[in-house]
């Protein structure tokens, strides 16, 4: 919970980095001991998912913060509470590019991406999922192939980059086999339902900034 004077949450150290630091969905951040619950890729290039802990933690602001300062004082968090040290460094890591496929997109008409002309919390992706097991939908309204690698980032292995070059907005249901926990679609299936738009998903390596927790603590209770 996150309002301009308080943050309350109940999370692994990778979590809590994610936020602070606006990652994405922790690939951009490496290192530190398992139960900080860092991914990483193995020999194989497969996402390893460690063991974690959480921690409770409630914050006070002396003021109402914007969400850029609250940010701030998450990271102060972490290196006063943590004795959480980090550096920056540039690291190739692997991703799947969405790319268009031999035969060309098969994708609706172009829309205008912005501004969504229906209600609020029906742009992007409304209704996502299903049942457990079998076919799940994912349903677009004016969303972009940006829009739409964020949301596979969120539920594959590793970061998918939007290379199509297109950047229209685009309204569809895409029907999916669901093979993940919860609606996430996995690979497998996610490789097939993008095919689907006469796209693909290319494994390649891509050169990111990440950051490197060089050393951290667990903290005492408060």
């Given at each position: ?5 308080r943050?309350?949450?109940v999370s692994?150290?990778?979590q ?5 630091y ?8 490496s290192?530190?001991p398992?139960?900080?619950?860092t991914p ?5 290039g497969a ?9 409770e933690?409630?914050a006070t602001?002396?003021?109402?913060s914007?969400e850029?300062?609250m940010?701030?004082m ?6 006063d509470?943590?004795?959480l040290?980090l550096h920056r460094a ?8 969405i ?8 994708l609706p008409?172009?829309n205008?991406?912005v501004?969504c ?6 742009c992007?992706?409304?209704t996502?999922?299903g ?23 969120n ?25 993940g926990p ?8 996610a ?12 494994p390649q390596?891509?050169?990111?900034e990440?950051?490197?927790?060089d050393?951290?603590d ?5």
């Amino acid at each position: 919970m996150i309002d301009p004077q308080r943050f309350e949450a109940v999370s692994a150290v990778n979590q809590l980095l994610q936020w602070a630091y606006a990652l994405g969905r922790g690939f951009q951040a490496s290192g530190g001991p398992e139960w900080v619950g860092t991914p990483y890729f193995d020999s194989s290039g497969a996402r390893v998912w460690p063991a974690f802990e959480q921690f409770e933690i409630h914050a006070t602001a002396a003021r109402p913060s914007s969400e850029a300062e609250m940010r701030q004082m998450v990271q102060a968090l972490l290196a006063d509470r943590f004795n959480l040290k980090l550096h920056r460094a540039t690291r190739q890591i692997p991703i799947y590019a969405i790319v268009i496929g031999p035969n060309g997109p098969n994708l609706p008409p172009e829309n205008e991406p912005v501004p969504c002309q229906l209600p609020a919390l029906e742009c992007g992706f409304p209704t996502i999922g299903g049942d457990e097991g079998g076919v799940h939908l994912i349903k677009a309204r004016y969303a972009t192939m940006a829009n739409f690698s964020a949301l596979l980032t969120n539920n594959m292995d590793r970061p998918v980059i939007d290379k199509t070059g297109l950047t229209a907005g685009y309204s569809f249901d895409l029907l999916y086999e669901h093979s993940g926990p919860g609606w996430r679609t996995g690979p497998a299936a996610a490789i097939d339902a993008v095919q689907k738009l006469g796209l693909r998903l290319e494994p390649q390596t891509e050169s990111m900034e990440v950051l490197v927790i060089d050393s951290i603590d667990r903290p005492s209770e408060n």
